[in-house]
């Protein structure tokens, strides 16, 4: 059974500043990986989706990170925001015919101005 | 340009009774997917529809829990007798198969 887990549960650092978040997942047989955010009492918001042969993706000052066989993937923020302040989901969708996504614990990220 | 839209955004209903909570997923869209958020267990996979059939129900956590899609477009989901620990975000997912998943602002089910 796939099992997400997300390191560390809560962050909290000061503008500017570059972090990480990271993803492991215990079944490396997954079709993608996808990195969202959620906003307090909003839905998700996808970021970033890395197909299975790929091994990275950016978008703007997001960069996130694939290694399938160890079970990882790293989300990068560079010159973090206060505005980046939300919970970050890492979801995994695995392969054959299911296409339901296996979400990790989250990461509540703080950003203090 | 509309995203997933969910009604009602909101529910508050007494231990018993039954609810429904409705998605319209982005227009051409085949695959239509349910999730629920709730304290203890984090976010997981209830049903997954592509087009009006639901290949994949293994998320369903009961017999009170059921879903339909008709005309490929809007989903329905039904709890009968609602119980306390049915309490949680109930999210909606669309995608164009099989990539990203686009979600909607979910319905907050209180049961009292």
């Known amino acids: 059974k796939q099992e997400v887990t997300q390191i560390p549960a809560a962050l909290s650092v000061p503008e500017g500043e570059n972090l990480v978040l990271n993803c492991s997942f215990t079944?490396?047989?997954?079709?993608?990986l996808q990195w969202f955010r959620q906003d307090p009492g909003k839905g998700l918001t996808s970021l970033l989706l890395i197909q299975s042969s790929q091994r990275e993706q950016t978008s703007g000052r997001l960069n996130a990170s694939l290694d399938k066989s160890s079970g990882r993937s790293t989300l990068y923020i560079a010159a973090s925001q206060p505005g980046d302040s939300a919970t970050y989901l890492c979801?995994?969708?695995?392969?054959?015919?299911?296409?339901?996504?296996?979400f990790g614990t989250g990461t509540l990220l703080a950003v203090q101005p | 340009g509309a995203g997933v839209s969910q009604s009602p955004s909101n529910k508050v209903t007494e231990k018993g009774k039954d609810v429904e909570l409705r998605c319209d997923p982005i227009s051409g869209h085949t695959a239509l997917y349910w999730y629920r958020q709730s304290l203890g267990q984090g976010l997981e996979f209830l049903i997954y529809?592509?087009?009006?059939?639901?290949?994949?129900k293994s998320g369903l956590p009961s017999d009170r829990f059921s879903a339909e899609r008709t005309g490929g477009s809007v989903s329905t989901l039904t709890i009968q007798r609602t119980q306390q620990e049915d309490s949680a975000v109930y999210l909606c997912?669309?995608?164009?198969?099989?990539?990203?998943?686009?979600f909607g602002p979910g319905t907050r089910l209180l049961v009292l």
């Open positions: 997912a669309s995608s164009a198969q099989p990539e990203t998943q686009y």
């Open positions: 979801a995994v969708r695995g392969g054959g015919a299911t296409n339901k996504l296996i």
């Open positions: 529809f592509q087009g009006n059939s639901a290949p994949d």
């Open positions: 079944d490396s047989a997954i079709y993608n």
